[in-house]
């Protein structure tokens, strides 16, 4: 769409966790009053939406049922400024016919890249060594780690993110498998990619595993301790390079009391996280004070790049609503009256 394609038909647009400024430019060139103001969720159950014909929110602010049903009728559409939207109650959006729209291929380089660097981190021990050099100890010999040339990666899920992944592993050497129930075996194939008809078989192939799926009932807890202790633990080459878990996916894939067991059990090598079942983290995780744990916080769209498309997608497909156009990035398309 091109800025002379944009109505100038004002709509009041509440932002609530934050935009990149160029992405509110373009809304307000349009005609639009953009509302950068996070909303308290008491105040959201108590109609704040009302005075609203879009909101765009990203993973902070909850938009459950009850909230959607005290904005009243003036809601025209919800923008997520980012791939997931299980912040949003989906269903009740339509059934009250507000279109929910989202930004899925904006930050799909930046998860890419940072799901590379923390498998990497995780082999060579990158997080620790700092850590103990901080402290002012020289831990060469405790710092050995492995390579990711000749082991297998399990993906679960093989979108585009978990497509890209699994590209750049290819070409730093590593032998790719993928669960995804949803994809077609000629997509696998395409990519040189084993495609295993059970998440269990998954398990028991691959000593490293990335997460890239949706959380939902069906995903919920998929992570367990019954399947990490499938993990060879052995790469086909041989080497003893254990059992690596990363997810930049969404937390709650994986059950993270199993796998702070699994850790501390030694069948799990190494775990990454940059989603978690709570966030923030609370200060009493255990998890996170594990040495061959390491985290980041939420950060997997958290790049200039990323900010600037997925503030223009979502800009550009609430406009589409806002216009009478049903975005190709809806959500709910499928359940709208």
Sequence with gaps: M?????????ARIAVTDGMAQDAVALLEKSGHEVVLQFIEQEDLRTGALKDFDAIIVRSATKLPREVLV??????KVIGRAGVGVDNIDIVAAAELNIPV?????ASTQSVIELTIGHLLSSLRHIPRADRSMRQHKWEKKAMKGTELFGKDLGLIGFGRIAQGVGSVAQMLGMEVHTYDPYLPSKVAKAQNTTLHKSVDTLFQNCTHISIHCNFTDETHHLVNAERMALMPGKSRDGIPCGNHIVNCARGGIIDETALLASLKSGQISSAALDVFEQEPV???NELIQHPNFHGTPHIGAATLEAQARVGKDIGLAVMDVLNGKLADTTVNSHLLK
């Design 282 to 284: 609370s200060k009493g």
């Design 70 to 75: 005290q904005s009243g009728s003036r809601l």
């Design 101 to 105: 729209v989202n930004a899925p291929r």
């Design 2 to 10: 091109s800025l002379t394609q944009i109505t100038t038909t004002m």
